[in-house]
């Protein structure tokens, strides 16, 4: 695929644990699809035969000894340079054909991450708990950061350089989508969704999302991304909480005393004032901390700045 007057150095990313069952099937779907990519496969501490399949297949193979999925994602975006990264799961779930349309995208919208939108037509592919905490973290998210996608958990995605280079990439383990969906969303740069195949993992393939642990893990990457990206809203929400049962229960304190002139439930009253402080406080720390928040932006969205477009070459 050429841009301009060079061809586009377009890497595709397999981050892998345990997938011997599956790893020559995904390499050769997306060697099929993207014939002059170099596919670079990152072993997770595979006590499979992960790595040699993967090798033996035609990959570039390296082990990050981190466990976690966002251990892997962070030392593959440091290590590897290309004009385009093309993400996806080493469990051939993805539909490989689907690469050059997400690249096309890319590159001819001038975006900087297309996400593959998974749709199965095998229920065994997506299971419910899955699709139930997909919806309720995406909906969760549409919420907190006024527009999301429709499929945050989506690992198969399409990045610019300048995307990538610019990605802090600070989560350890699946809750990786999430922090990546986040960060384009405030630095409020261009995207764009293709709705592609989910296929069921190959037979001796299993998976290592757990429904209960990751999907928590992946909550509290949402509230934690809550109170770092939007403290006057977390804080305030605090401070509001704080007032409004420091009036709840300064009400009977009021009645009692417009109609004696007396305030006998001196603890209470203490307790009232207390709580007015902590919430005035609450609110002091959000507008602080959304003036820090700010600057770390402006900062984070020139580094992206510095870096070129889609396609085009420093």
Known sequence: MDSGSHRLRIAVLLPCYNEEAAIA???AGFRASLPDATIHVYDNNSADRTRDVAAAAGA???TERMQGKG???RRMFADIEADVY???D???????AAAPELVRCLIEEQLDMVVGARKSEVEQAYRRGHRFGNRLLTGMLAR???RTFTDILSGYRVFSRRF?????ALARGFETETEISVHALELAVPVAEIVTAYAARPAGSESKLSTWRDGWRILSTILHLFRIERPVLFYGGIGMALAALAVVLAIPLAITFAQTGLVPRFPTAI???GLMILASMSFAVGLILDTVVRGRREVRRLHYLSLPAAGKRP
């Open 164 to 168: 990538v280079k610019s990605f802090p």
């Open 86 to 88: 093309v993400m996806a």
């Open 271 to 273: 307790l009232v004032t």
């Open 25 to 27: 099937q995904t390499i």
């Open 90 to 96: 080493g469990d051939a779930t993805y539909d490989a």
């Open 60 to 62: 570039v193979v390296r």
């Open 144 to 146: 907190i950061f006024g």
């Open 71 to 73: 251990h892997v994602v």
